[in-house]
């Protein structure tokens, strides 16, 4: 048969990598980071000069670098132009410059068109994918059979993702990420938001192995 779709949508800093990347390893599935590809983007663009608030020079270059992804969720990679990119796509640069750089209709284009095609072949040649984004559960897969929308509190995302960062500044931390959600649910095209028939689930209160559990559940129920 065919492997099984999950997709998960939902804010910066909401838990989306770990949970997907457990699931993944709890169901021997597949795993894809949408959001590294657009950071891949970003950082190409950055190397290249491309002044990424010319939307038109993001558009006319977009179709340049070749952007690849390692699916398997005990390692996962992206290479740009055959380049290792996994920590320089983690820069303040980067990170201050994708919600830009996501926003143009030919980088959304292309890259939700690699996405469907890595999730036809996991669904092919292996036993499913976890696909983690902001616009899964809208347009790349919205007919996948395990939809979530995963939230937390503002300010629950805020420690995490300052100790990811290793940070102290949760304040700063929490101001770069409200901003970085009001760019990404406020652009025109496929925007942050949580599609109608969505699951949503708020980690707030949960560890990761409880939020796990819960997404495993759903997924044996949908299988
Ligand atoms: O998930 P992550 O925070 O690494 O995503 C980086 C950025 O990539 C987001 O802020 C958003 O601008 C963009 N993105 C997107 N659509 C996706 C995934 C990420 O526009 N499916």
Redesign the pocket.
């Known amino acids: 048969g065919e492997g099984i779709v999950i997709a998960i949508?939902g804010p910066?800093g909401s838990g989306?990598?770990s949970t997907a990347k457990g699931v993944a390893r709890a169901r021997e599935l597949r795993y894809l980071?949408?959001?590294?590809?657009?950071?891949a983007m970003t950082w190409w663009m950055i190397q290249h000069q491309v002044d990424v608030a010319d939307a038109a020079a993001v558009a006319a270059r977009s179709a340049e670098p070749v952007i690849t992804m390692g699916t398997d969720p005990e390692a996962p990679t992206v290479r740009v132009d055959g380049t290792d990119v996994a920590r320089a796509i983690r820069t303040d640069e980067v990170?201050g410059r994708?919600?830009t750089?996501?926003?143009v209709p030919e980088v959304?284009e292309r890259l939700v068109a690699l996405?469907r095609d890595i999730i036809a072949e996991a669904r092919r040649d292996a036993a499913g994918i976890v696909v983690?984004?902001?616009?899964?559960t809208t347009v790349?897969a919205p007919e996948a059979p395990v939809r979530l929308y995963l939230t937390a509190s503002a300010q629950a995302r805020a420690v995490r993702r300052s100790k990811e960062n290793r940070t102290s500044d949760v304040a700063a931390t929490e101001a770069a990420l409200a901003l970085?959600d009001r760019?990404?649910s406020s652009?025109a095209l496929?925007p942050?938001t949580q599609a109608e028939d969505s699951l949503e689930l708020d980690s707030s209160g949960l560890s990761l192995d409880e939020v796990v559990a819960l997404v495993v559940k759903l997924a044996d129920e949908a299988a």
């Open positions: 949508d910066s989306k990598s980071d949408t959001g590294a590809m657009y950071r990170t994708v919600s750089v996501s926003a959304r996405q983690e984004g902001r616009d899964i790349v970085r760019l990404d652009r496929s942050l």
